[in-house]
Each structure stands twice: as C-alpha cells, then as structure tokens.
C-alpha cells in the first residue's frame, strides 16, 4: 500500500470516499469495476474500511482543517501504520510519502510479504492501479501541447481503418470524453466473461476492444454525465499508442517517466526490479497474483513506488521545474462536475472542493494493493 500527499488536511477526503465506496459510487479504484461479473468481489465493511484506509490513513489526525506535514510527527504517522498493520492486521506493509516546500517526508512499516521479512521503503515498488489513468491523461496533455492530437478529436480519427465508434445522436466521442469519463461508455466492456480477480484484463486483447466498439450502442448524451470508465481510459491508451506509433508503456517512459526523472514508474519491471516489488495481499492478507494488461493498459497497468511518486507530484506542485509544466497545468483545466458534492474531473485527476480547500486527487485499487496521490 503506498500514498503519497502534501496535506494532511486531505483527511476529509477519506470520508468521501468512503461514503462512495458502493455501487453508482461517484468513483471507484479499478477492481471495484469488475463487481457486476466477478463473483468473488463483494462490496463488505472490510472493503470499505481498506478504502478509507487507504485515502485517509495518514490523514485521520486531528480533525482540524489547515495541518502542514510538519505539523503531525514521524512518530504519530508511525505509531498509525504499527496499529493498522501489527494490531488491526489491515495491511502487511505501508509506505507513506509526503512533500513540500520544506523538502520530503517519506514514513513506512511492515514488510514486501508475510515470510520474507524484508521492510517496505521509498524504493519498494507496487502496483498503482487507477492512478495510471493520470499518466494516460498526461500523455493526452503532452500530445496537445506538440500539436499531435487535439482534446475534442473524436476518435474515430484515431481508430484503425473499418472500426466505427458509436455515436448519440449525431454527435461523436472524443478524446476529451474519455479523459474525463463523460464518454457514455461502460465501465468495462461486455463482450467477455470477466473470469475474476486473479488477473482480469490479462487476455483482453486491442482485437476484442475494437469488436465491442463495433458493436456498442450508446444509451446517452456524451459530455453530460460521469461514470467512471476503465474501459474508456483504456481505449484512449490505445489510441494515443496508436497516434504515436509507440506502445502505451513506450509512451509513458519517453513523454513522462524519464523526462522527470522516475526510473521505477513502468510497466515491464526488470530483474533488480522485481526483487523490489512488494507481493500483493487480499482482503484477508492471502498473497495474489499481480495484474496484467494488453489493451486496457491506460487504465491500470502501472507499478510505482514512493519515491518516483514524490517525484511526480513534486513536478505537478511546481517545487521542481520540469518541461512539462504546461503539461501538467493543461490537466488541471476545463473541470467538469461529476455529480457528487465538490467533486470534479479534469484530465484525469480528481478535484474534491470544500472548506476552502480544493484537493485534487487519485486513488488506485488492484487485486493486492491500494495507493494514492493527492495534492
């Protein structure tokens, strides 16, 4: 489990989502999306639990708005990951990273598994689930600002020869639409039995995501309503590969990863790298597989760790300059309302508004890890 953050006034925003965590929720981490097929998953008071744990964990201080991270202690932060995971046995290992003016705050516990014993730190990798989604909206921005793509192209442009994109009314999804998921489309695409949680996206092929497109009747408007859409963040990696000529992870490397200097954010992990990455725990801390991804990849396929996500969000904050910040500013721009009370989408971050506040956010889910990134 990994989070990394600037505030600790974020703690609001663990009751959120908690108050979300359910069916029609305003958002969802990328298992959650699988429920309607996958037997095995159930929305349960554990879960929701594991969810706001997972968003407020080192937040779920004193409840009193406008704390700096210098203000709550290494100590108070370790003393919280010691109860959940020694005493509540919530987790079996927690990397916290938080960054500001002042420099980086980086406070874990626990270990990579239950056998070997080794410690979780800032170099411990981990599957980040639906935070990808904001490096597949970052490569959109990246692409607009070159000139490549534009944000209301509809994809049809993008599509490969004889696969037609549905339409409502006339009018065509874009690629603004599937940043902020306002395309109309499902949350996943129905033209397979999603087997379960073991490994769900692994044989979901570009072949099968263009069958469905074919076949795909909208129900409403586009731009109008929010529903979270793994399938529409995986459909806009696949295109913007397909612009480019380059694989999604290619992509992500070239336009994002190696410019600001994250050697540890990717998909493909090499040999040292894997020796890094912490084994994934269910519900009731049973190791499981890690997640694979072949044409849905925009959507979750991306493994991170503490540090390269300080690094990440040091870049978005403006504390280190980076060719990318009008990159990143285009991101932060045309929010939309997604229907819950605060809460926005812009190009594929998450804004929670309240108390003077404005949180912009992601969270991630796989079969074995949690993670999350606000600022």
Not at 237 to 248: F, I, P, V
Not at 283 to 292: F, G, K, P, Q
Request: proline residues 4%.
């Amino acid at each position: 489990m990994i989070k990394i953050c600037n505030v600790i006034q974020i703690w609001r925003l663990s009751y959120m989502i908690s108050k979300h965590s359910r069916p029609g929720a305003v958002h969802q981490p990328v298992c959650e999306n699988v429920k309607r097929r996958l037997p095995m998953y159930r929305y349960s008071r554990t879960f929701n639990r594991c969810i706001q744990l997972m968003i407020g964990l080192c937040f779920l201080l004193p409840s009193v708005s406008g704390f700096a991270q210098s203000d709550v202690s290494d100590a108070r932060i370790k003393a919280i990951l010691t109860q959940r995971i020694d005493t509540d046995k919530q987790s079996v290992g927690m990397v916290i990273g938080m960054i500001d003016a002042s420099g980086r705050r980086l406070i874990s516990h626990g270990a990579t598994d239950r056998t070997s014993g080794i410690p979780v730190d800032g170099k411990t990798i981990y599957e980040i689930g639906s935070i990808t989604k904001v490096f597949t909206s970052m490569v959109l921005a990246d692409m607009i600002e070159r000139g490549e793509v534009g944000l209301d192209d509809p994809i049809r442009m993008y599509l490969p020869q004889g696969v037609s994109a549905p339409t409502w009314d006339g009018k065509e999804i874009t690629l603004r639409h599937l940043a902020n998921h306002t395309s109309a489309l499902p949350r996943l695409p129905d033209n397979v039995e999603w087997p379960d949680l073991i490994n769900p996206y692994a044989e979901y092929s570009s072949d099968l995501l263009y069958d469905f497109l074919k076949q795909h009747e909208l129900r409403r408007n586009l731009g109008e309503i929010y529903e979270y859409s793994n399938l529409g963040a995986g459909l806009l990696g696949t295109l913007l590969s397909r612009k480019a000529d380059r694989s999604y992870e290619q992509l992500v490397l070239s336009r994002i990863t190696d410019p600001l200097g994250m050697p540890d954010t990717r998909i493909t992990l090499s040999a040292e790298q894997k020796q890094r990455l912490a084994t994934g725990h269910g519900l009731m801390l049973e190791a499981v597989e890690n997640w694979d991804f072949l044409a849905l990849a925009g959507a979750g396929a991306i493994r991170s760790n503490a540090n390269d996500l300080m690094t990440f969000l040091s870049a978005h904050m403006g504390l280190t300059d980076s060719n990318l910040s009008a990159t990143m500013a285009h991101m932060q721009q045309a929010w939309q309302e997604t229907g819950g009370p605060g809460m926005e989408i812009g190009l594929g971050w998450h804004a929670r508004s309240g108390h003077g506040t404005k949180i912009v956010w992601h969270n991630g889910g796989t079969h074995g890890y949690r993670s999350f990134i606000g600022m």
